[in-house]
């Protein structure tokens, strides 16, 4: 399997365009997560999907974040309009459920690392 | 909210070295914990998962435990090489998991 894979790498935009980061989980995983990474706040979790539906938005900082997961094989982040303070390094992993359905090991892409002029 | 601390927030030592690797957690009502790995400008990779039922967890030179009543879990690794040098990150959670701020490992040769 080639492992979460994430586009673009690398995103450069200017503050008030609207940015679209893409996903696509390992085959047969149920859950996928979106996390960004910061140095100030390290490594926060935005949301969650099981089968396609959002369960936790509660890390989504505001309401110009939007994440959709259409199908099991592809799921969108958006940021809309995107300021300075957007630039981070954005992940996305998968996990199965694992026998209790508390999660087995989270597989993470290797991130899309924004920068907002 | 889930509070996770890791001790020290960095650490260089001699290879060869045994070392410990801390991580502290507020709620002990967790469900999962794992140690990852990531290495500059990569993404997270997986070292151990231990599940709540589980008190500890081993994989080669690595040895991860933890102790729910006490809010607390170690990363042992042992005979440290300088490719062990990374940042190392531990998470609790349950689907959910939070993440600490990591502990960045020097191994000089």
Known sequence: ?117 | KQEVTQIPAALSVPEGENLVLNCSFTDSAIYNLQWFRQDPGKGLTSLLLIQSSQREQTSGRLNASLDKSSGRSTLYIAASQPGDSATYLCAVGFNKFYFGSGTKLNVKP
Request: glycine share 10%; proline share 8%; net charge negative.
């Open chain 1, 1 to 117: 399997d080639a492992g979460v894979i994430q586009s673009p790498r690398h995103e450069v935009t200017e503050m008030g365009q609207e940015v679209t980061l893409r996903c696509k989980p390992i085959s047969g995983h149920d859950y996928l997560f979106w996390y960004r990474q910061t140095m100030m706040r390290g490594l926060e979790l935005l949301i969650y999907f099981n089968n396609n539906v959002p369960i936790d938005d509660s890390g989504m900082p505001e309401d110009r974040f939007s994440a959709k997961m259409p199908n099991a094989s592809f799921s969108t982040l958006k940021i809309q309009p995107s300021e300075p303070r957007d630039s981070a390094v954005y992940f996305c992993a998968s996990s199965t459920p694992g026998l209790a359905g508390g999660g087995e090991t989270q597989y993470f892409g290797p991130g899309t690392r924004l920068l907002v002029l």
